[in-house]
């Protein structure tokens, strides 16, 4: 059974619709952030702040590799995991890629005050330029589900009913 990825941008509900989608199929859920965390140890936030984004995406690299060759699983990927191509073939090639989206003005308002992301700590201009510019890359998916106006069962069950 090939597993089942998620992609988009940060807030789009990946770990949130994940662990739900999995809980229907019955299979396990893994997040590959706190993947990152339980090897090193560290959040996420902490390995940007004491290592840097490169040994984020080293780490995130390894665990993609590891957890892409494992069967029924969903895998919840951090907004910048397929922005790397190794990574995206790896789990392009286990698995079916499904793309989660919503609006940035949505996705702010999700996050809220609430935000321990390294990369939403900028401008609203520079964020606003992230987003755009991962489109593309989020576009690739198998299919791409609005999430916008959506609550998470619709969500789940849009995917299920693509699958
Ligand atoms: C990142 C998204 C984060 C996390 C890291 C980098 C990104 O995951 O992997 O902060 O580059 O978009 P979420 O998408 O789960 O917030």
Redesign the pocket.
Known sequence: MRNIVLIG???TG??TVGRRLAQALAWNFVD??AEIGEVTDLS?SEI?RRYGETR?RSE?KIVVARLAQEEALVI?T????VLNSSNWGILAEHGVIVSLHASLDVILNRIGHKND???LRSSHEEIERLFLERQPFYEKADFTIDTTFRTIDEVVGEILAHL
């Open positions: 941008f940060m807030g990946k770990s590959t952030d996420v940007f984020f995130e919840a951090g907004g910048g995991t992301r390294p990369l």
